[in-house]
Structures are given as structure tokens and as C-alpha cells.
């Protein structure tokens, strides 16, 4: 109960942090006060939380998550490269004690976090701190590109954040909340703020496990193998759109709003340049690649992977700093997604593509002192699939 009780306490934290301070507005150091407001929290909640790291019965998906965080590190010291332990300790540890202990976040505390966030988006609009407002035609940013409809419930954020915080509102009431009137309520406000975000990656996440889960609802199939296959189809349609985003160029709108939300233009056809810019994040992943073939095996130091300059495609760059122990936080992924499926626990199914496709394309959110890495990894407890295994078993 109290373990529960500091984890919500935590997401709460994060989220004041989020909305109350711009964290935008300077340059702040690995010294300074903001800093170690973000890094502290985190590390206390680990500490408090070791017990459930050192557990000899853990769930079974968990053993895939040690190993990575074994051979990570074992490959980061034979580099000599300690920051690579820490960092990689803040991101996986987490998520383990998450696992372990069996914790997760209620629905009404989500729901309230949305509707006082929302407040504080209008009315910090009204304050002159929101630069993008509540209601289509408020903001005076991005308007050469057509974006003129944007909103933002984030002060100090720009609409991407609010698209996936209303996207996981709506995953969440959808599946969970049993109360109609308020299931309807909830979805309806978070559909308005996902889609006026402007947010092509929390848009194009949900698209995805909605086609998902039509396939699976209307083709009758009995072979386990294709249900497999199906499970992986939101990441796979995610990496065709940006690996292959010349067939966007096919497309002509006559609708601005979707011009705008689409290609960041009023003109589908004037914007083939920005759509090869902002979607052929393969350009980011051939450089963490090829990084990676400089050394396969126990990946290569921090600065070098710094120096490509990107934090959005934390996937390609674990690959590249971590070498080939990355297979075990493949198979976590896999097995997470497979069983959900199966198992019909659509909600961890959709919290785990969503976590997938943010590690593919929008990686910024999911550091572990983020509000949004907090909120996912807090509901893969709501539906439970795995069971509890010896840590070492005889038979494995």
C-alpha cells in the first residue's frame, strides 16, 4: 500500500513539474537546482523499492529485463564507460520494481490529473503563458503551416505532449472505466485535445492498435503463429510509414486541416522536402546503425553516442550503445505484446505499442524522470497476463 501510495505520489510530482515549471526557458547543468528536481525523485523511489529488485520469485517477462541490464552493463564497463550503467540503472530499474511488485495507477487519479491539467492549460492561456490555448484559432505559432487550429493543456509544452497525455487518457477510460457516463465524458474531452494536438505520432499510434484490434476481432483465426504476427503489426506499420514516407507524396487533400496535420502545409503537393524531414527518422537510425557495425557486439561509449544528436530514436540508439544484450529488451517488448493480445488484455497491449512506437519515434518522452514514461509504465499492471517463476528455475 505505502510502495503504492509513493509511486502515485511520484506521477503526481512529475506532473507539477510539468505543468508548473518550463524547464524550456534556460540552459540548465547537470548541477543546477531543476536538475536534480528531475534525477532525485527517481532515485529515492528506486531505493525505497530495492526489495523488489532483489526478489527471488519475479515475472517471468522481468528475467528478459535483468539480462539486458546484466550484459549492458558487463559490455559498458569492459568500455570503461560508467555513465552508460547509471543512465541505463534509471531507465530499466523502473520499470523491473514496476513489474516486481505489481503496482499501478488508478483511473480516477489519471482522470483528475487530466481534467486540473486542463484547467491549467485555459487558464494559463488567459495568463499569457500558453502560447497555444484551448480552442482552435488561439495560437499564433506555426501558422505558415497551416497549423493555425493547434492546442496545447501543457503551459510550458508544446501539443505533442498533450496528444500523448490524451491518448493514454483515452486507452485508459476506454478499457477500464465502467462508469458510462463518466467513460464517455472522459473520452469525448481527451478525442478533442489527442486530435487538436496536432500530434502525428499519438494520432498514428492509435490508428494502429485500432486496426490492430479490428483484425483481430473479425478474422477468425486459429493459428497461433498468425496471432503472433498480428501482435507485432503496429510497429510494423509504424517502421513501413517511416522507412517508405515517399507514398504520403501520393496522397492530395483538398482538406487544409488535414493537409496541415499530414504534411505541416496547406498544400499536400508543396510539402515533399518536410515530409522527408520530419518522417524519414531512418536518416537518425542509419547513423546509430552504422555507429553500431563500428562495434556489434558490446555497442559503443555515451559521447559517441551523443554525438549524433538525437534523442528521439532511443531504440537505434540503445542499439548502437549497448550492442547485442538489446535482444533482451526485444524479447520483453515481443512477449509483452504477444500475451497481451492473446490474452485479450487489450489495455497493457496498447500501453506496451504505444511505449514501443515512442522508442522508434519520439523518444524525448519516455526519460524516466518524464511524466509520460511514468504514466505508461504505471498501467502495464491494470491487466495482468504473466505468472510468477522462479528466477532461475530448474527447467528454463
Do not use: C
Amino acid at each position: 500500500m505505502r510502495k503504492s501510495v509513493f509511486y502515485h505520489g511520484l506521477t503526481i510530482y512529475y506532473w507539477a513539474l510539468t505543468v508548473f515549471i518550463d524547464y524550456s526557458s534556460d540552459n540548465y547543468d547537470n548541477s543546477g537546482v531543476k536538475y536534480y528536481l528531475l534525477v532525485i525523485p527517481v532515485i529515492l523511489f528506486v531505493i525505497y523499492n530495492i526489495d523488489d529488485l532483489l526478489k527471488k520469485k519475479i515475472l517471468k517477462e522481468s528475467l528478459y529485463l535483468y539480462l539486458f541490464v546484466l550484459f549492458a552493463s558487463i559490455f559498458a564497463i569492459i568500455k570503461l564507460d560508467f555513465k552508460a550503467v547509471l543512465s541505463l540503472m534509471s531507465w530499466v530499474l523502473p520499470i523491473i520494481i514496476i513489474f516486481n511488485s505489481g503496482m499501478f495507477l488508478k483511473l480516477r487519479v489519471i482522470n483528475l490529473l487530466f481534467i486540473i491539467t486542463v484547467i491549467a492549460g485555459v487558464v494559463s492561456y488567459h495568463l499569457g503563458i500558453n502560447d497555444f490555448g484551448y480552442i482552435p484559432g488561439q495560437t499564433s505559432r506555426n501558422l505558415h503551416q497551416g497549423l493555425w487550429w493547434r492546442v496545447s493543456i501543457f503551459p510550458h509544452s508544446t501539443p505533442p505532449l498533450t496528444g500523448i497525455f490524451s491518448l493514454i487518457v483515452l486507452l485508459f477510460n476506454y478499457f477500464h472505466n465502467s462508469n458510462l457516463k463518466s467513460k464517455m465524458f472522459f473520452m469525448t474531452l481527451s478525442s478533442y485535445f489527442l486530435i487538436l494536438s496536432g500530434s502525428r505520432t499519438a494520432l498514428l499510434i492509435l490508428f494502429v492498435i485500432i486496426l490492430t484490434l479490428l483484425m483481430k476481432r473479425l478474422i477468425i483465426l486459429r493459428e497461433k503463429f498468425i496471432k503472433k504476427v498480428i501482435s507485432v503489426l503496429p510497429v510494423l506499420l509504424i517502421l513501413f510509414i517511416f522507412i517508405f514516407p515517399q507514398f504520403l507524396l501520393k496522397i492530395s487533400l483538398e482538406n487544409d486541416f488535414l493537409n496541415s496535420l499530414i504534411f505541416r502545409s496547406t498544400n499536400s503537393l508543396s510539402s515533399i522536402e518536410a515530409i522527408e524531414r520530419t518522417l524519414n527518422r531512418h536518416y537518425i537510425w542509419n547513423a546509430y546503425i552504422n555507429h553500431y557495425f563500428s562495434s556489434p557486439v558490446i555497442g559503443i561509449d555515451t559521447e559517441t553516442v551523443r554525438s549524433v544528436g538525437q534523442s528521439e530514436t532511443m531504440f537505434f540508439a540503445y542499439l548502437a550503445h549497448h550492442g547485442i544484450s538489446l535482444i533482451f529488451l526485444i524479447i520483453f517488448m515481443y512477449s509483452l505484446m504477444k500475451d497481451s493480445l492473446l490474452k485479450k488484455k487489450y489495455l497493457r497491449y496498447s500501453i506496451i505499442v504505444t511505449f514501443v512506437i515512442l522508442m522508434l519515434t519520439y523518444s524525448s518522452y519516455l526519460q524516466p524522470y518524464n511524466l509520460i514514461y511514468l504514466l505508461l509504465i504505471g498501467l502495464i499492471n491494470t491487466d495482468k497476463v504473466t505468472k510468477k517463476m522462479d528466477i532461475l528455475p530448474n527447467n528454463y
